[in-house]
């Protein structure tokens, strides 16, 4: 792998990463208005109707039959798994206890790497990559996600983070052998005959005698379905593509730490002096396992 293509997957990466980041601002903005499993349809629906339609334009055939299982695994994390398992569990437990597992998914993500993709990484990295975990652990612990947690939601954050970092993998994976944007245009279009009348029931049973959503959290819900569930993975599976999958997974360290400037800047919330350490730490263990990498081969670049 080039010392270029390796810094231009980690550019993508980190956009992917910032994008990602809007996602749970945005979705405390939506859930004021509409139901949260609703706010995981909709989104979806959103992004597999811009899909449908960037296929159909582009011509891009339906694909093969040897990418239809490892589609069907990535939609699994990526459109429900992830979203619908968090959602079960944050009705049990609070959302800092549910962060302190969440931290752990960089980590996974290398593992299956690792494991699926056959990716080499040294003990360096490991090092490097446990330090950036230890870290947003321990920012979870001290932010108040210490608290006694419900065994039942443990696994599901648990399970949540196992589908979420499978999905990376094998969407990742998937890149190699078609553009990035194609691997998340079929996996939205693909679970649309689930998502969309989940979303009309949804609406039916939850809307009943409720005062109609905002402008803004209109607005909140359809920059979700543009952004976070459609183009921030543009930019996510190109990263992990070009720069491997164990190495760029690692900027979603990150992704936690950027999260709470944008609740600072657009709802207020507090950024305390531990925060600014934890981030200082996460950035130092995040750059350290760039420089830590084995090389190895690329995917060919989209």
């Known amino acids: 792998m080039g010392a270029a293509q390796f810094r231009r997957g980690l550019a993508w990466a980190l956009l992917g990463v910032l994008l990602f980041s809007f996602s749970m601002p945005l979705t405390k903005v939506a859930v004021g208005g509409f139901d949260p499993f609703l706010v995981a349809m909709g989104r979806a629906v959103i992004a597999g109707t811009l899909a449908a339609v960037l296929l159909r334009v582009r011509r891009v055939p339906f694909p093969g039959r040897q990418y239809r299982v490892p589609l069907l695994f990535t939609m699994l994390g990526a459109v429900f798994g992830w979203q619908i398992l968090l959602g079960l569990a944050l009705q049990r437990t609070t959302s800092a206890h549910a962060a302190v597992i969440a931290a752990f998914m960089p980590l ?172 200082l730490v996460v950035v130092a263990s995040v750059a350290w396992a760039q420089r830590s990498r084995t090389p190895g081969e690329a995917a060919p670049e989209e």
């Open 108 to 279: 996974t993500t290398a593992l299956f790497a690792v494991l699926r993709a056959r990716e080499r990484v040294s003990a360096q990295f490991w090092m490097a990559a446990l330090t950036g975990t230890v870290a947003l652990v321990v920012f979870g612990l001290t932010r108040g996600g210490g608290t006694a947690g419900d065994p039942i939601a443990d696994l599901l954050v648990v399970g949540a983070v196992l589908f979420s970092s499978w999905c990376y993998v094998e969407g990742a994976t998937l890149t190699r052998d078609m553009p990035g944007w194609q691997v998340i245009s079929w996996v939205v279009v693909l679970a649309l005959p689930v998502t969309v009348p989940a979303s009309a029931l949804l609406w039916a049973t939850t809307a009943a005698g409720q005062p109609p959503p905002s402008v803004n959290e209109w607005a909140a819900l359809l920059m979700l379905g543009v952004s976070s569930m459609y183009v921030a993975f543009f930019a996510w599976y190109r990263g992990l593509a070009m720069a491997g999958i164990a190495q760029a997974g690692q900027t979603q360290q990150l992704q936690p730490l950027l999260t709470l400037v944008w609740s600072a800047l657009f709802l207020g919330e507090l950024v305390t002096l531990g925060t600014v350490a934890a981030a």
